[in-house]
């Protein structure tokens, strides 16, 4: 009785898409369609607004230090986009090209770690960024120990005076331990707890060789509450903290993934302490600025004017105890836009608040895998392409153009397009059918994705439309999570 009612419901929204189509067109919106990973179909969407605005970027005030800190920060975790094709080398022309734009036109916030972009995240981030006097930015690194290879004192002091090194400056301005909560009290005891490595890290505090110490966190909330504890006794005390947080994250993380964290409660324990709040994810890893058709027509149609990237990056903006929200901007079309939401922010109204929780509870409704693209699963020990597989099953879900069933009459055209997109998305030797089911990858993933699961189920999916069979999955895979 579930499933036929389940598929009563898929019928009726597919019925209601095509209304939502129609009136796209009429409205000259461009319709979502195809499912192959080119250049055009994967970046977000960059109409930029025509509204005319007065006043440059926005800033937000450090309590600690009194940095004046932009609301846009640059996260640099993405400059591997820019990597040459036949080289592989990261094409630091570009990568400069971006710092100085952003530079020029107010942001001054650049998020850095050891283990971003295969390890020369820091090394052309600091060229970039060394070009420029050195008050007119801010540098985020990180203490990335996150391999128990690295746990020692020896290799974690290792890797934090490298970062000065590669970044090549004599303090740094935001400090974070890396990714905390995903290994639970062993793993934040082992990394930086037994081995002294975070009293050392306050004393360079005190020596000025860090200006701000915090964390960013991922997973488990016990961790998150006991790490505040802390503060509220005075042993370890933070100056921020990076957490997740987004229109659906506000309060349906759990309904989006059931163990994550709702942003309302971390950012309310934060800023109740007077902590600011460092924002990663503000796009959901994307999602949210490539959302399924239906809920782009109900964004589009309450701000024409508006891209739909702009209105998560102002829900986040518009909470006034974020310091700043990072994003991952290796186009400069995604720069220019952004820099364009944040000068100045225009604030979300408490109607706005409520159209995004109801946006939010729409958003939860569809089955993306909840991969943010942010590549701590790579590299696979046997070649997969872990996120491209993950992407290009979500896209197709975004676009209305998964094929469900062989009753429907578009099923032959939807069958051979999500084919041809999936050996163009991601080549056949880094393809589901490879895994192994080591398991690595789900230790990585800071969404904690069963990813050796996904994989084998996405395999089967792909062989049943190879075979011209139905795909049949008992938990109705293709519309539930």
């Known amino acids: 009785m579930e499933k036929e009612s389940q598929?009563?419901?898929?019928?009726?929204r597919r019925e209601f898409l095509k209304r939502f189509h129609a009136a796209m067109a009429i409205a000259g919106m461009p319709a979502l369609t195809g499912?192959?990973?080119?250049?055009?179909?994967?970046?977000?969407?960059?109409?930029?607004?025509?509204?005319?605005?007065?006043?440059?970027?926005?800033?937000?005030?450090?309590?600690?230090?009194?940095?004046?800190?932009s609301l846009l920060g640059y996260g640099c975790m993405r400059w591997f986009t820019l990597r040459d094709k036949e080289t592989g080398i990261i094409d630091q022309e570009g990568?400069?090209?971006?710092?100085?734009?952003?530079?020029?036109?107010?942001?001054?916030?650049?998020?850095?770690?050891?283990?971003?972009?295969?390890?020369?995240?820091?090394?052309?981030?600091?060229?970039?960024?060394?070009?420029?006097?050195?008050?007119?930015y801010y540098i985020a690194a990180k203490i990335s120990n996150l391999d128990p290879k690295t746990w020692s004192r020896e290799e974690t002091l290792k890797m934090y005076n490298n970062s000065f090194k590669e970044l090549q400056v004599d303090y740094i301005d935001y400090l974070l331990l890396h990714g905390v909560g995903m290994g639970g009290m062993e793993e934040i005891e082992g990394r930086f707890m037994n081995n002294g490595i975070l009293d050392?890290?306050?004393?360079?505090?005190?020596?000025?060789?860090?200006?701000?110490?915090?964390?960013?966190?991922?997973?488990?909330?016990?961790?998150?509450?006991?790490?505040?504890?802390?503060?509220?006794?005075?042993?370890?005390?933070?100056?921020?903290?990076?957490?997740?947080?987004?229109?659906?994250?506000?309060?349906h993380a759990q309904e989006e993934h059931a163990r994550n964290i709702?942003?309302?409660?971390?950012?309310?324990?934060?800023?109740?302490?007077?902590?600011?709040?460092?924002?990663?994810?503000?796009?959901?890893?994307?999602?949210?600025?490539?959302?399924?058709?239906?809920?782009?027509?109900?964004l589009k149609q309450r701000r024409p004017d508006l891209s739909i990237a702009s209105w998560a990056f102002r829900f986040a903006g518009t909470h006034p105890m974020v310091l700043s929200v990072l994003s991952g901007m290796p186009y400069m079309e995604h720069l220019q836009e952004n820099i364009e939401t944040y000068s100045p922010l225009e604030p979300l109204t408490q109607d706005d608040m409520d159209f995004l929780d109801s946006t939010a509870q729409k958003f939860v409704r569809y089955p993306l895998i909840?991969?943010?693209?942010?590549?701590?699963?790579?590299?696979?020990?046997?070649?997969?392409?872990?996120?491209?597989i993950l992407l290009h099953f979500n896209k197709c879900i975004n676009e209305d153009r998964m094929p469900v069933s062989s009753m429907e009459p578009n099923y032959r055209e939807l069958r051979r397009a999500f084919l041809i997109g999936y050996d163009r998305s991601v080549p056949k030797l880094r393809q589901a059918d490879h895994c192994t089911n080591c398991g690595i990858c789900v230790k990585k993933c800071p969404q904690r994705i069963n990813i050796p699961k996904q994989m084998n189920r996405i395999d089967k999916f792909v062989e049943s439309l190879k075979q011209g069979k139905e795909f049949d999955d008992k938990t109705n895979y293709l519309w539930s999570r």
């Open 262 to 298: 709702n942003a309302e409660y971390l950012y309310g324990e934060l800023a109740k302490r007077n902590i600011p709040s460092v924002i990663m994810e503000p796009l959901l890893g994307g999602r949210l600025a490539n959302v399924h058709a239906h809920i782009a027509a109900i």
């Open 35 to 69: 499912c192959q990973a080119n250049k055009e179909n994967t970046q977000a969407d960059t109409s930029t607004s025509k509204r005319k605005k007065e006043g440059g970027m926005t800033y937000r005030t450090t309590p600690t230090t009194g940095d004046k800190v």
């Open 7 to 12: 598929s009563k419901n898929n019928i009726n």
């Open 95 to 136: 990568v400069n090209r971006l710092v100085d734009y952003a530079i020029e036109h107010g942001v001054n916030y650049f998020d850095t770690a050891p283990v971003y972009c295969d390890g020369e995240c820091e090394r052309v981030t600091g060229i970039a960024l060394n070009r420029h006097p050195r008050d007119k």
């Open 200 to 251: 050392h890290l306050l004393e360079e505090r005190k020596k000025g060789r860090i200006r701000n110490l915090g964390f960013s966190f991922h997973g488990d909330v016990k961790i998150f509450d006991y790490l505040l504890s802390l503060h509220d006794v005075g042993k370890y005390t933070w100056d921020f903290v990076q957490i997740q947080l987004n229109y659906v994250d506000w309060r």
């Open 370 to 388: 909840p991969c943010n693209d942010c590549k701590y699963c790579m590299p696979c020990p046997y070649g997969i392409d872990i996120p491209g």
